[in-house]
């Protein structure tokens, strides 16, 4: 059944349009959907961000794969806006006074409502993770693609709701644009394929710091919404529709072949060294201790000085102080600076609870292990075995690693005396933990001026250099050629 308002009442298109859109607005905002998947994708990115200190690039991911989520509540909102009049097969024109091709033109008003959502979102994530922010490089090509998912998945339920107006038709399109989007990832067969660059969401950067094909990938999503958009003027203006399909088209596969063409299928170390090698990075010498950070990284350094400190204040003046680099991805075991040690970090760094908790506690290992020459870039042979630990036992530099580790980690004392106090990679056994635990009890400051006075004895892997003190332990012999195979290897 079709109702016809009088002709005499009827407004002119471009105000029917107008009216239209703002009422199809109005009844967006207050739509149930829009309001559940904007929560649930807030909640998603908050979720995939809360163990992590963030960065650009993981904030990008993560937003765009929450934007999916928003897509697909607006998908089912479009189609329910779009289908309205025709659901039942009845056609009601009194409540909407024009003609069906100006409704579909107002109906495009949910596109850009959803892409303002999209874009509240990602705003309201940074909001989520203050006071932290995210590091790295920015990129707003990437977290653009939080705006125009949401549009295209709006777009995309207007036209299934004016070409298939049935109830089931929104949820099924839902259900089949999942299965495809899930199969993209299946079907790639490397970085460089094109299947791979036609998800919404672009891939991480192959290394940190790396330039991504993005502009061609926001370049590609826009040609999306555009065919979208040209197919619901098909029924009414299809020589416009005709006009824009092809060149969206063509435009789209022209971007998506030039994501591919800028994504390398083998990495290089030299490709690594020009984003992320020594003569790009950020440094800087805090308390003797030098930082490095890779580009855009330098507010990270605040949060390993926390972890590093508390071990330097107590090393004698004359010690060694490791640098502390951080590293993209690929360890060639070369330093920075030939004869100084080094510590390596990451690009991921724990930030609330018990993760942040572990990065700094791994950190501060990491760097006792290293300023007593046990273990660590510079001072560990870079070959497979040797990566893999050695044993420090009997040696009197790993009763101080202990006696410093335990000052400088939360209750370190209780964990030594209970033996849960870590080295990391290098063992030791009951006698250096007691050892530590009988320097511990031993006032601070006379440990401090032994260790001060004996520094280079303490670090000699067979010394007996705090016999003084009453450390007992027996330094292992340590064979010319090298241990046997069925025994650990010694820490030199």
Same mark, same amino acid.
């Given at each position: 059944?079709?109702?016809?308002?009088?002709?005499?009442?009827?407004?002119?298109?471009?105000?029917?349009?107008?009216?239209?859109?703002?009422?199809?607005?109005?009844?967006?905002?207050?739509?149930?959907?829009?309001?559940?998947?904007?929560?649930?994708?807030?909640?998603?990115?908050?979720? +995939?961000?809360?163990?992590?200190?963030?960065?650009?690039?993981?904030?990008?991911?993560?937003?765009?794969?929450?934007?999916?989520?928003?897509?697909?509540?607006?998908?089912?909102?479009?189609?329910?806006?779009?289908?309205?009049?025709?659901?039942?097969?009845?056609?009601?024109?009194?409540?909407?006074?024009?003609? $069906?091709?100006?409704?579909?033109?107002?109906?495009?008003?949910?596109?850009?409502?959803?892409?303002?959502?999209?874009?509240?979102?990602?705003?309201?994530?940074?909001?989520v993770m203050l006071p932290a922010w995210p590091v790295g490089r920015?990129?707003?090509?990437?977290?653009?693609? @939080?705006?125009?998912?949401?549009?295209?998945?709006?777009?995309?339920?207007?036209?299934?709701?004016?070409?298939?107006?049935?109830?089931?038709?929104?949820?099924?399109?839902?259900?089949?644009?999942?299965?495809?989007?899930?199969?993209?990832?299946?079907?790639?067969?490397?970085?460089?394929?094109?299947?791979?660059?036609?998800? /919404?969401?672009?891939?991480?950067?192959?290394?940190?710091?790396?330039?991504?094909?993005?502009? +061609?990938?926001?370049?590609?999503?826009?040609?999306?919404?555009?065919?979208?958009?040209?197919?619901?003027?098909?029924?009414?203006?299809?020589?416009?529709?005709?006009?824009?399909?092809?060149?969206?088209?063509?435009?789209? =596969?022209?971007?998506?072949?030039?994501?591919?063409?800028?994504?390398?299928?083998?990495?290089? &170390?030299?490709?690594?060294? =020009?984003?992320?090698?020594?003569?790009?990075?950020?440094?800087?010498?805090?308390?003797?201790?030098?930082?490095?950070?890779?580009?855009?990284?330098?507010? +990270?350094?605040?949060?390993?000085?926390?972890?590093?400190?508390?071990?330097?204040?107590?090393?004698?003046?004359?010690? @060694?102080?490791? @640098?502390?680099?951080?590293?993209?991805?690929?360890?060639?075991?070369?330093?920075?600076?030939?004869?100084? &040690?080094?510590?390596?970090?990451? /690009?991921?760094?724990?930030?609330?609870?018990?993760? =942040?908790?572990?990065?700094?506690?791994?950190?501060?290992?990491?760097? @006792?292990?290293?300023?007593?020459?046990?273990?660590?870039?510079?001072?560990?042979?870079?070959?497979?075995?040797?990566?893999?630990?050695?044993?420090?036992?009997?040696?009197?530099?790993?009763?101080?690693?202990?006696?410093?580790?335990?000052?400088?980690? &939360?209750?370190?004392?209780?964990?030594?005396?209970?033996?849960?106090?870590?080295?990391?990679?290098?063992?030791?056994?009951? $006698?250096?933990?007691?050892?530590?635990?009988?320097l511990l009890a031993r006032p601070q400051d006379e440990v401090a001026?032994?260790?001060?006075?004996?520094?280079?004895?303490?670090?000699?892997?067979?010394?007996?250099?705090?016999? &003084?003190?009453?450390?007992?332990?027996?330094?292992?012999?340590?064979?010319?050629?090298?241990? /046997?195979?069925?025994?650990?290897?010694?820490?030199?």
């Amino acid at each position: 059944m079709t109702v016809l308002a009088p002709a005499s009442v009827r407004p002119s298109g471009r105000v029917a349009v107008g009216a239209l859109a703002r009422a199809e607005a109005r009844l967006l905002l207050r739509s149930p959907l829009l309001w559940a998947g904007m929560v649930l994708s807030l909640a998603l990115y908050t979720a +995939w961000g809360w163990t992590t200190m963030p960065t650009w690039d993981a904030f990008a991911q993560n937003a765009g794969m929450a934007s999916l989520v928003l897509a697909g509540a607006l998908l089912l909102a479009g189609h329910l806006a779009a289908s309205r009049d025709r659901r039942a097969g009845a056609e009601s024109l009194e409540t909407v006074p024009t003609t $069906a091709a100006r409704r579909g033109l107002g109906l495009l008003a949910l596109v850009l409502v959803a892409g303002a959502a999209g874009a509240s979102g990602c705003l309201a994530g940074l909001l989520v993770m203050l006071p932290a922010w995210p590091v790295g490089r920015f990129d707003p090509w990437a977290l653009l693609v @939080t705006v125009v998912v949401p549009a295209i998945g709006a777009a995309l339920g207007i036209v299934v709701g004016r070409w298939l107006p049935t109830a089931a038709a929104g949820p099924l399109t839902v259900l089949a644009a999942a299965v495809v989007l899930g199969a993209l990832p299946v079907l790639s067969t490397g970085a460089d394929t094109l299947v791979r660059h036609l998800f /919404p969401v672009p891939d991480t950067p192959w290394v940190t710091g790396a330039a991504r094909p993005t502009g +061609w990938h926001l370049v590609y999503l826009m040609c999306v919404l555009a065919a979208i958009v040209a197919l619901l003027r098909w029924r009414h203006f299809w020589i416009i529709a005709i006009g824009v399909l092809p060149p969206a088209v063509a435009t789209g =596969a022209f971007a998506t072949d030039q994501q591919a063409r800028a994504t390398p299928a083998v990495i290089y &170390p030299e490709m690594v060294y =020009a984003v992320a090698g020594p003569a790009v990075l950020h440094c800087e010498t805090h308390g003797d201790v030098r930082y490095c950070a890779l580009p855009h990284y330098g507010g +990270w350094i605040p949060l390993w000085r926390e972890a590093v400190e508390p071990v330097t204040r107590n090393l004698p003046a004359g010690a @060694t102080r490791p @640098t502390v680099r951080q590293l993209a991805g690929m360890d060639d075991g070369h330093v920075l600076v030939p004869e100084v &040690p080094e510590i390596a970090t990451w /690009p991921r760094w724990g930030r609330h609870g018990h993760w =942040a908790e572990h990065s700094r506690t791994q950190l501060t290992i990491d760097y @006792t292990t290293a300023a007593t020459g046990l273990f660590g870039r510079g001072i560990t042979p870079f070959d497979e075995a040797a990566r893999s630990g050695c044993s420090g036992a009997g040696q009197h530099r790993t009763v101080v690693a202990l006696w410093l580790l335990a000052q400088a980690v &939360p209750d370190g004392t209780r964990h030594l005396a209970d033996g849960g106090l870590n080295l990391g990679r290098v063992r030791y056994d009951r $006698a250096d933990a007691q050892a530590a635990a009988a320097l511990l009890a031993r006032p601070q400051d006379e440990v401090a001026a032994f260790l001060v006075a004996h520094w280079p004895q303490v670090m000699d892997p067979a010394g007996r250099a705090l016999a &003084p003190l009453g450390v007992t332990v027996q330094p292992p012999v340590i064979p010319a050629g090298g241990e /046997p195979s069925d025994q650990p290897r010694i820490c030199r």
